[in-house]
């Protein structure tokens, strides 16, 4: 048992600190940040994982324009 949150060994709570982080599954391909099991991520048609969607859009160059009225 767990001096501090008294779950079995290897179940900690996650403010226990005695608790491991939770594993990284991967990496944003714009930034880099880890991307661990407990985020959320984005992922593109192209099966490539981004930690947020401003990520995704700065990956894919992707601009908001307005209509010229011309």
Do not use: T
């Not at 490539?48 to 401003?54: R, V």
């Amino acid at each position: 048992m767990c001096e501090y949150c008294k779950l079995p060994c290897g179940l900690h709570h996650p403010s226990c600190p005695n608790s491991h982080d939770p594993p990284v599954m991967g990496y944003c391909i714009q930034c880099n940040q880890e991307l661990r099991q407990d985020y959320e991520y984005y992922i593109d048609n192209e099966d490539n994982k981004f930690c947020s969607e401003e990520c995704a859009i700065q990956y894919h160059e992707i601009k908001e324009m307005e209509w010229d009225n011309d």
